[in-house]
């Protein structure tokens, strides 16, 4: 791939999950359509953008809860996330879980649970299944700062280190767990710092730059995929929204807003584009009228589709009973 | 040649193991120490370090990584050292694994072994019955076997299943139980409850260890003319209501019997199951008996008292003759 067609595809992505996001938070939250929480990743869009589109095809990967766009790239239609959103069957849990707890085995993604950091030993044994499987596969770990003052992180980090499992690890920082900073989560300055303690390298990037994301996952695959077990990234960024819709954030000084909106990663990238000769700011339009389509006719899918039937509320507890 | 009931837990995963490549065992001091208990002793020998994987002591990364390698495909069988650390288990077994299939169509063929329950002396942190800390979370099954042919059938049942199995195997039964098993291969399936002893005057409803206490007891009530009919769960979820029904429908009579706390025990869950169904047959009131609302004690004096035993049984069975 040519660097403009990666940084076509990063520009894409990012700019389709922004729009999705934007969508369900702005209009269909506040039209009442969206039934439950909304969590959204507006500002943090380079860190999945950035991780997944170097994932292979074999990869597993276990998104967080502000990675929508690992799921765009695997191929899971906006339709599907915003029906997902919005409750219906067509969703990807058709009706069954809320927002980005779902997860795909066709497409080797890999659901949350609310406690975010149990996803971490699951991904290590996903990784340790790869290894006794023979298959090259690399897991993607992703969780937030906050999710590492969690016991299962430590635990789930401590053995696939031990094993030396094909894990990369990623954190978005995004600065608040909830209403929580950083200086209340933990003792150190920096995620990357817990890395020595495992022995794991450990690397800081600038979470904004989804180039920059891009070529320090590429390492940390690569590292991964030659058997050298895990590596650590940590995504600097920040949360430029509450936690959830129902949050205004009051918590978080202004011009820190203010600071990190200047960073944002699709303008950034949009400028950078330019400077490179990538594509023409007219070719960037016309990307964002088709991603604009995409998500009119993904939100048209998603209201035809309908409710599930109480019928099934029964059914899938088991295989069989 | 009589098989323990440690025996065939061990011949049922070996068995298992050469069977399928995709069987693998973790947990704690399991490979080259053979485990606590020395249900894998020889299992690092036979099968090496990729399918007997020794871990650090981190029962939520036990149990999440069989979780992750179940939903590549494999078919991992954790062991808890003991049951009452299944504890640091707990949201990787009852948020993670119990609800990936109703939420997202994604099946956990996992096993989690568990040594549980008292008379052995081991306190309160090696004797617990933590079973129904997870009867009541949908999407796990539940098995407890009293046997050492249900242990060596069920482990192998539970093995093959394609969702989350607990397995609690009762830790004072290992060495003190044995019996011919069959030669070939046989399972046990899941769900199933069995009349161990047929009778017409009063039923007891149990499992684990409790079975044989409840057939000790029952061997003595019959010495008084009295015949008891005994039905041992063997799965404790999903619950098999209809053989316990049948059973009192016959003896119109029914004593529930569990070595784990009363409130919340199986019991209840058994009584209202009992009443909902088949209150019209019951000529007397719905009796338990149970270990009492504490932790399980570590003195000899305490621990008797704490535990049920066929005297006890005896005592409420005859009240319910004369009732």
Same mark, same amino acid.
């Given at each position: 791939?040519?660097?403009?067609?990666?940084?076509?595809?990063?520009?894409?992505?990012?700019?389709?999950?922004?729009?999705?996001?934007?969508? @369900?938070? $702005?209009?269909?939250? $506040?039209?009442?359509?969206?039934?439950?929480?909304?969590?959204?990743? %507006?500002?943090?869009?380079?860190?999945?953008?950035?991780?997944?589109?170097?994932?292979?095809?074999?990869?597993?990967?276990?998104?967080? !809860?502000?990675?929508?766009?690992?799921?765009?790239?695997?191929?899971?239609?906006?339709? $599907?996330?915003?029906?997902?959103?919005?409750? %219906?069957?067509?969703?990807?849990?058709?009706? %069954?879980?809320?927002?980005?707890?779902?997860?795909?085995?066709? !497409?080797?993604?890999?659901? @949350?649970?609310?406690?975010?950091?149990?996803?971490?030993?699951?991904?290590?044994?996903?990784?340790?299944a790869l290894r006794y499987q023979g298959s090259n596969g690399v897991v993607f770990s992703y969780f937030g700062e906050g999710s590492t003052s969690r016991g299962d992180w430590h635990e789930g980090v401590n053995f696939a280190t031990v094993q030396k499992l094909p894990v990369v690890f990623i954190c978005n920082n995004n600065q608040y767990a909830y209403s929580t900073p950083v200086s209340l989560q933990m003792a150190c300055a920096n995620v990357a710092d817990r890395g020595p303690a495992y022995n794991m390298p450990a690397e800081i990037v600038d979470g904004n730059d989804v180039l920059a994301v891009y070529e320090a996952t590429r390492r940390a695959a690569d590292h991964a995929r030659a058997g050298k077990g895990p590596y650590l990234l940590e995504c600097k960024t920040f949360r430029m929204t509450g936690h959830s819709a129902h949050d205004a954030a009051h918590y978080v000084p202004k011009d820190l807003f203010d600071e990190w909106g200047k960073l944002d990663p699709i303008i950034r990238f949009e400028a950078r584009m330019l400077a490179e000769g990538w594509r023409t700011q007219a070719e960037i339009d016309q990307l964002h009228a088709a991603v604009h389509r995409e998500v009119d006719e993904g939100v048209a899918w998603a209201e035809q589709s309908p409710f599930p039937d109480p019928a099934t509320l029964l059914d899938g507890v088991y295989e069989s009973y | 040649m009589s098989t323990t009931y440690l025996e065939a837990i061990r011949e049922g995963l070996w068995e298992e193991m050469e069977r399928d490549p995709n069987v693998f065992l973790l947990g704690e001091d399991i490979g080259a120490y053979g485990g606590a208990f020395k249900v894998t002793a020889g299992f690092?020998?036979?099968?090496?370090?990729?399918?007997?994987?020794?871990?650090? @002591?981190?029962?939520? +990364?036990?149990?999440?990584?069989? @979780?992750? +390698?179940?939903?590549?495909?494999?078919?991992?069988? +954790?062991?808890?050292q003991f049951a009452d650390f299944i504890t640091c288990g707990f949201d990787q077994i009852v948020n993670f694994a119990a609800k990936c299939r109703y939420r997202w169509n994604a099946g956990v063929p996992m096993v989690v072994r568990a040594p549980s329950g008292a008379g052995v002396h081991g306190g309160p942190f090696h004797s617990q019955s933590p079973e129904m800390w997870f009867v009541r979370t949908p999407g796990l099954k539940v098995v407890a076997p009293a046997t050492a042919y249900d242990a060596k059938g069920l482990i192998k049942s539970a093995i093959r299943d394609n969702d989350p199995v607990l397995f609690f195997e009762h830790k004072a039964l290992y060495r003190r139980i044995k019996e011919d098993l069959p030669t070939g291969e046989y399972t046990v399936p899941i769900g199933q409850a069995k009349v161990v002893r047929e009778g017409t005057d009063l039923t007891i409803v149990t499992y684990g260890a409790m079975l044989w206490v409840a057939l000790e007891a029952a061997a003595k009530l019959a010495e008084e003319g009295a015949s008891v009919e005994v039905v041992d769960l063997r799965t404790l979820l999903p619950l098999d209501r209809e053989t316990v029904c049948a059973s009192v429908r016959k003896t119109s009579k029914v004593l529930l019997l569990h070595e784990d706390t009363r409130t919340g025990g199986m019991a209840g869950e058994l009584a209202a199951s009992i009443a909902e169904s088949v209150f019209e047959y019951l000529d007397a009131p719905i009796v338990r008996v149970t270990a009492p609302d504490t932790p399980v004690p570590y003195s000899p004096p305490l621990e008797d008292a704490f535990l049920p035993n066929a005297e006890k049984v005896i005592e409420k069975a005859r009240w319910l003759f004369r009732y």
């Open positions: 791939m040519s660097a403009a067609e990666l940084a076509h595809h990063c520009l894409y992505f990012m700019s389709l999950m922004r729009e999705v996001e934007d969508r @369900i938070e $702005r209009k269909l939250y $506040r039209q009442g359509k969206i039934v439950g929480g909304v969590y959204v990743g %507006r500002g943090q869009e380079a860190i999945p953008v950035g991780t997944a589109l170097v994932a292979e095809p074999g990869d597993v990967l276990f998104p967080s !809860h502000r990675d929508m766009a690992v799921f765009l790239i695997r191929g899971v239609t906006a339709g $599907r996330i915003l029906a997902q959103y919005m409750g %219906r069957a067509g969703g990807v849990t058709g009706g %069954r879980d809320a927002n980005m707890h779902m997860g795909d085995l066709n !497409h080797n993604i890999v659901s @949350i649970i609310s406690a975010l950091a149990a996803t971490v030993p699951v991904a290590a044994g996903a990784a340790l | 690092f020998e036979r099968f090496g370090a990729r399918r007997v994987v020794d871990t650090p @002591i981190s029962e939520a +990364a036990i149990v999440g990584a069989a @979780i992750g +390698a179940a939903l590549m495909g494999l078919r991992p069988v +954790a062991e808890m």
